[in-house]
């Protein structure tokens, strides 16, 4: 064989030798470093990129939040299917060619965990979990197997399936893992421990993964070691990973903020130690590359202050925090919230303390994890202000009523001409400080004029100080004292600008008194001067001193200012409705401060409200549950008792009312048949009796609606009583059937119209031969008397009376009425005693 043809076969046999290699089913050598290398090389290489593209697009996109422990993780969100789409579908795409094409590869267990990867970060938890769960199952490569399990635990705990998650996490403790899988398997379990909030657990298999991280994993869980420390009291643990962390070559706001901690957990052992951390604070704060930083600093500051007991200068450092805040509304938001927290728990100044919460509430973002608690807390502290207001603008006005208007309008215009006076000086300053200002500003400027800078040989900048001088000081001689408003000697202006000045003074003048006088009228319509404005007045001191021991008691836990309060609501208000309310919190109160006191209170509700729900919750803490179930029980008997009332059958409902009252005596549902008792003896006994009955329960039920129903309804029967007394006194003349009639229909402004309208129509239609007329008469300021006139006998009056009665559209109060009984109607106006009259006689 020549050299020609054994070139010619070489090609050939390489050419045959891959053609042979290429084939996936064959498991010899050639085949094999064909497959592992193509795939490794092609597909695998690029599906793994797109892996990698998403974890670093998901890091990137979450802002650390170092005011929580960071994640080791970053989160998966269900948004990254859409944002991710593209990458995952290739890195799927290309993962399944290894799969497909090179079956014989070493690759492929590890592309099968690529695509559960790709699925996990597309939020396809199922599918995810099925792959992994495959991998485990059939792959033939142990650390790919570890690596399926690893990220099986990861998609458990993504999907809250913490038990499977604790299942996988007990397994592959006991598994002999390579060094990375050792690693990963760590800091799942860390991430596992952190998604229950167990730091103890977590910074323990953090500290483990310790001696496998690598340099670029190891500033951030450094820091984040560091933080779980000091979470959980370990400081000098604490301070000692930041320092590893500042150490590892962070990114300068990881380090930043790593400083900032170590700070903040630095061991104090004397005083010298507070002024090298406040050194430390300073230097942080001078320094350039820390001005966006700024507001946290000093948030940290104020915090070490803080807690080193410290109050005033924690205090300036928060406001210094929210003073350099400008792009940071959560640290903005948590200085205030800090400076509330202070003024509430520490120094008990609940006004200041409300300002500070509003302004957090306004601040902090809605998602911020605390912010319903605060906008509650927030919501407290405003009803006590407007309580707090409440009382000291009432009180004021109240003393104030007590003066004539006179001296009231005096001392409100003195009040009024001083506030203009404050106001005027606070505008003039503000004007010298802006003229100044533009003073010193022109001799800044750079004019090109006058061939140099100083500024008296400037013409333009002498000419703008002139302007400048002027309106700081106005025209002024260029003579000695030349400051001094009033000189012994006069100073001649020129007459017409004279006369301006006096002009434009005169109408300043007219402004300040007419904006005073308003001033004075605004306060001075304020003050109460009726009895009913004062007792108003009362009415809202009243509320507020109830509302204000309630808010003391219930949500700000200061006992003792709301006993004050209570007590002054019963002293000032002895016949205040909140009173057996009252006395029974003060007995609470006291029960175990001033048991004596205690007893006081309890022996008021029972000499004065024996039968209240405040009496009974003292005899029996039960009261309410146990009424509870017997009300339920008498609703039903109650049905029943008053089925048979409406029905009239008067003794069968007395049964069973006085079965109830016997059986339920301090049920709080009762007085329902207290209430329907006393209405049965209106329907069968004499008036008087009723009005008793209807007494007896008001004493008896001093509390709730059926308390105010039960007055309305003696308010009524004592109307009725009245009406009786006046028909006897309006002695209506007998009806004779043949005397004149009228008819009358009362209208009022928004029935007149239709009335007058339909009445014209049947007269016009049914009654056209008949001579009637139709006028109108006031009854009163809001109704009148459409009277038709004149019907010869009480028959024609009764027809007419019918046809009218049988319109629809007429709502209004008709009668007949005879001639001279009319008179005295008209006279007297007692159209209820007519109407019993008319009932009875037509």
Same mark, same amino acid.
């Given at each position: 064989?020549?050299?020609?043809?054994?070139?010619?076969?070489?090609?050939?046999?390489?050419?045959?030798?891959?053609?042979?290699?290429?084939?996936?089913?064959?498991?010899?050598?050639?085949?094999?470093?064909?497959?592992?290398?193509?795939?490794?090389?092609?597909?695998?290489?690029?599906?793994?990129?797109?892996?990698?593209?998403?974890?670093?697009?998901?890091?990137?996109?979450?802002?650390?939040?170092?005011?929580?422990?960071?994640?080791?993780?970053?989160?998966?969100?269900?948004?990254?299917?859409?944002?991710?789409?593209?990458?995952?579908? !290739?890195?799927?795409?290309?993962?399944?060619?290894?799969?497909?094409?090179?079956?014989?590869?070493?690759?492929?267990?590890?592309?099968?965990?690529?695509?559960?990867?790709?699925?996990?970060?597309?939020?396809?938890?199922?599918?995810?979990?099925?792959?992994?769960?495959?991998?485990?199952?059939?792959?033939?490569?142990?650390?790919?197997?570890?690596?399926?399990?690893?990220?099986?635990?990861?998609?458990?705990?993504?999907?809250?399936?913490?038990?499977?998650?604790?299942?996988?996490?007990?397994?592959?403790?006991?598994?002999?893992?390579?060094?990375?899988?050792?690693?990963?398997?760590?800091?799942?379990?860390?991430?596992?421990?952190?998604?229950?909030?167990?730091?103890?657990?977590?910074?323990?298999?953090?500290?483990?993964?310790?001696?496998?991280?690598?340099?670029?994993?190891?500033?951030?869980?450094?820091?984040?070691?560091?933080?779980?420390?000091?979470?959980?009291?370990?400081?000098?643990?604490?301070?000692?990973?930041?320092?590893?962390?500042?150490?590892?070559?962070?990114?300068?706001?990881?380090?930043?903020?790593?400083?900032?901690?170590?700070?903040?957990?630095?061991?104090?052992?004397?005083?010298?130690?507070?002024?090298?951390?406040?050194?430390?604070?300073?230097?942080?704060?001078?320094?350039?590359?820390?001005?966006?930083?700024?507001?946290?600093?000093?948030?940290?500051?104020?915090?070490?202050?803080?807690?080193?007991?410290?109050?005033?200068?924690?205090?300036?450092?928060?406001?210094?925090?929210?003073?350099?805040?400008?792009?940071?509304?959560?640290?903005?938001?948590?200085?205030?919230?800090?400076?509330?927290?202070?003024?509430?728990?520490?120094?008990?100044?609940?006004?200041?303390?409300?300002?500070?919460?509003?302004?957090?509430?306004?601040?902090?973002?809605?998602?911020?994890?605390?912010?319903?608690?605060?906008?509650?807390?927030?919501?407290?502290?405003?009803?006590?202000?407007?309580?707090?207001?409440?009382?000291?603008?009432?009180?004021?006005?109240?003393?104030?009523?007590?003066?004539? +208007?006179?001296?009231?309008?005096?001392?409100?215009?003195?009040?009024?001409?001083?506030?203009?006076?404050?106001?005027?000086?606070?505008?003039?300053?503000?004007?010298?400080?802006?003229?100044?200002?533009?003073?010193? +500003?022109?001799?800044?400027?750079?004019?090109?004029?006058?061939?140099?800078?100083?500024?008296?040989?400037?013409?333009?900048?002498?000419?703008?100080?002139?302007?400048?001088?002027?309106?700081?000081?106005?025209?002024? =001689?260029?003579?000695?004292?030349?400051?001094?408003?009033?000189?012994?000697?006069?100073?001649?202006? &020129?007459?017409?600008?004279?006369?301006?000045?006096?002009?434009?003074?005169?109408?300043?003048?007219?402004?300040?008194?007419?904006?005073?006088?308003?001033?004075?009228?605004?306060?001075?319509?304020?003050?109460?001067?009726?009895?009913?404005?004062?007792?108003?007045?009362?009415?809202?001191?009243?509320?507020?001193?109830?509302?204000?021991?309630?808010?003391?008691?219930?949500?700000?836990?200061?006992?003792?200012?709301?006993?004050?309060?209570?007590?002054?609501?019963?002293?000032?208000?002895?016949?205040?409705?909140?009173?057996?309310?009252?006395?029974?919190?003060?007995?609470?109160?006291?029960?175990? !401060?001033?048991?004596?006191?205690?007893?006081?209170?309890?022996?008021?509700?029972?000499?004065?409200?024996?039968?209240?729900?405040?009496?009974?919750?003292?005899?029996?803490?039960?009261?309410?549950?146990?009424?509870?179930?017997?009300?339920?029980?008498?609703?039903?008997?109650?049905?029943?008792?008053?089925?048979?009332?409406?029905? $009239?059958?008067?003794?069968?409902?007395?049964?069973?009312?006085?079965?109830?009252?016997?059986?339920?005596? %301090? $049920?709080?549902?009762?007085?329902?048949?207290?209430?329907?008792?006393?209405?049965?003896?209106? %329907?069968?006994?004499?008036?008087?009796?009723?009005?008793?009955?209807?007494? &007896?329960?008001?004493?008896?039920?001093?509390?709730?609606?059926?308390?105010?129903?039960?007055?309305?309804?003696?308010? =009524?029967?004592?109307?009725?009583?009245?009406?009786?007394?006046?028909?006897?006194?309006?002695?209506?003349?007998?009806?004779?059937?043949?005397?004149?009639?009228y008819f009358i229909l009362i209208t009022d402004s928004l029935s007149d119209k239709t009335a007058t309208e339909t009445v014209n129509r049947i007269i016009n239609s049914q009654f056209a031969n008949k001579n009637f007329t139709v006028g109108k008469l006031n009854l009163d300021t809001k109704n009148s008397f459409l009277v038709i006139k004149t019907f010869a006998d009480k028959d024609g009056a009764l027809l007419f009376y019918d046809i009218i009665k049988s319109e629809q559209s007429i709502k209004n109060v008709i009668f007949v009425i005879s001639k001279l009984n009319f008179e005295l109607l008209h006279q007297t106006k007692e159209v209820d005693t007519y109407l019993t009259f008319f009932e009875a006689n037509y």
């Amino acid at each position: 064989m020549n050299i020609t043809q054994r070139t010619f076969l070489f090609p050939a046999l390489i050419t045959v030798a891959l053609l042979y290699s290429c084939s996936s089913e064959k498991n010899a050598p050639l085949n094999r470093a064909y497959h592992n290398t193509t795939a490794h090389y092609n597909a695998y290489f690029y599906a793994l990129a797109q892996i990698t593209s998403i974890e670093e697009g998901i890091k990137a996109s979450q802002s650390a939040d170092y005011d929580h422990i960071l994640p080791i993780f970053p989160a998966i969100d269900s948004a990254n299917k859409k944002i991710y789409k593209v990458e995952i579908e !290739e890195a799927i795409k290309k993962a399944s060619i290894v799969i497909q094409y090179h079956k014989n590869s070493k690759w492929v267990d590890d592309s099968y965990n690529i695509i559960g990867q790709a699925r996990m970060y597309g939020y396809d938890y199922p599918n995810a979990i099925e792959t992994f769960k495959y991998v485990n199952t059939k792959a033939e490569d142990i650390n790919a197997k570890h690596w399926a399990l690893i990220n099986l635990m990861r998609t458990f705990i993504e999907n809250n399936e913490m038990s499977n998650a604790e299942a996988v996490s007990d397994f592959l403790s006991r598994e002999r893992l390579n060094e990375k899988n050792l690693k990963y398997s760590y800091l799942m379990k860390a991430f596992y421990y952190q998604k229950l909030d167990q730091k103890d657990n977590m910074v323990k298999s953090l500290v483990a993964a310790d001696p496998l991280l690598t340099k670029q994993e190891r500033a951030k869980l450094f820091f984040i070691i560091g933080q779980v420390y000091q979470k959980i009291g370990f400081e000098s643990s604490a301070f000692d990973y930041y320092k590893k962390c500042i150490r590892s070559n962070p990114e300068y706001e990881l380090s930043f903020y790593a400083k900032l901690n170590m700070a903040q957990v630095t061991q104090l052992g004397e005083r010298s130690d507070i002024k090298d951390v406040r050194k430390y604070f300073k230097k942080l704060v001078k320094d350039e590359k820390n001005r966006e930083f700024q507001d946290r600093i000093y948030y940290e500051w104020a915090k070490f202050e803080l807690k080193q007991g410290y109050l005033p200068e924690s205090l300036i450092n928060f406001n210094l925090s929210i003073q350099t805040s400008k792009n940071n509304p959560r640290i903005k938001g948590l200085a205030y919230l800090s400076l509330g927290e202070v003024y509430f728990d520490t120094l008990k100044n609940y006004s200041t303390a409300q300002a500070y919460y509003d302004s957090a509430v306004t601040t902090l973002p809605k998602n911020y994890e605390f912010y319903e608690k605060i906008a509650t807390r927030n919501e407290v502290l405003t009803r006590f202000i407007k309580q707090i207001n409440t009382i000291t603008l009432q009180d004021s006005l109240l003393t104030l009523s007590t003066k004539d +208007s006179t001296e009231l309008m005096a001392l409100f215009t003195a009040e009024a001409e001083q506030r203009r006076a404050l106001e005027k000086a606070k505008e003039e300053k503000q004007r010298k400080k802006d003229a100044a200002e533009s003073f010193f +500003s022109f001799n800044q400027e750079p004019t090109g004029i006058g061939g140099g800078n100083w500024y008296f040989t400037n013409p333009a900048a002498v000419s703008k100080g002139r302007i400048a001088f002027k309106n700081i000081w106005g025209e002024r =001689a260029l003579e000695d004292h030349w400051r001094r408003s009033i000189k012994s000697s006069v100073i001649e202006t &020129d007459n017409e600008s004279s006369i301006e000045e006096d002009s434009e003074s005169s109408a300043s003048e007219l402004d300040d008194k007419n904006s005073i006088n308003n001033v004075a009228s605004g306060f001075y319509n304020q003050v109460p001067k009726t009895k009913q404005e004062v007792a108003d007045a009362n009415k809202k001191l009243e509320d507020a001193f109830y509302n204000l021991g309630n808010i003391y008691h219930f949500e700000l836990e200061e006992d003792n200012s709301a006993i004050e309060n209570y007590n002054i609501l019963l002293n000032r208000y002895p016949k205040t409705l909140y009173e057996p309310e009252v006395l029974y919190l003060l007995y609470l109160i006291e029960m175990e !401060e001033n048991p004596d006191k205690s007893t006081e209170y309890k022996n008021l509700i029972f000499d004065k409200y024996p039968n209240s729900l405040y009496a009974n919750l003292i005899l029996n803490p039960q009261f309410v549950e146990e009424s509870d179930k017997a009300n339920e029980k008498l609703a039903v008997e109650y049905k029943k008792a008053y089925t048979l009332y409406k029905a $009239a059958d008067y003794e069968s409902a007395k049964h069973y009312i006085n079965t109830a009252i016997k059986e339920y005596p %301090k $049920a709080s549902f009762i007085s329902n048949f207290w209430l329907l008792k006393a209405l049965i003896t209106g %329907k069968t006994e004499p008036l008087p009796e009723y009005q008793l009955a209807l007494n &007896d329960f008001i004493i008896m039920f001093p509390e709730g609606e059926l308390n105010e129903y039960a007055k309305k309804l003696l308010e =009524a029967s004592k109307t009725y009583q009245n009406r009786l007394v006046k028909l006897k006194e309006t002695r209506f003349s007998k009806v004779v059937a043949d005397q004149d009639h009228y008819f009358i229909l009362i209208t009022d402004s928004l029935s007149d119209k239709t009335a007058t309208e339909t009445v014209n129509r049947i007269i016009n239609s049914q009654f056209a031969n008949k001579n009637f007329t139709v006028g109108k008469l006031n009854l009163d300021t809001k109704n009148s008397f459409l009277v038709i006139k004149t019907f010869a006998d009480k028959d024609g009056a009764l027809l007419f009376y019918d046809i009218i009665k049988s319109e629809q559209s007429i709502k209004n109060v008709i009668f007949v009425i005879s001639k001279l009984n009319f008179e005295l109607l008209h006279q007297t106006k007692e159209v209820d005693t007519y109407l019993t009259f008319f009932e009875a006689n037509y």
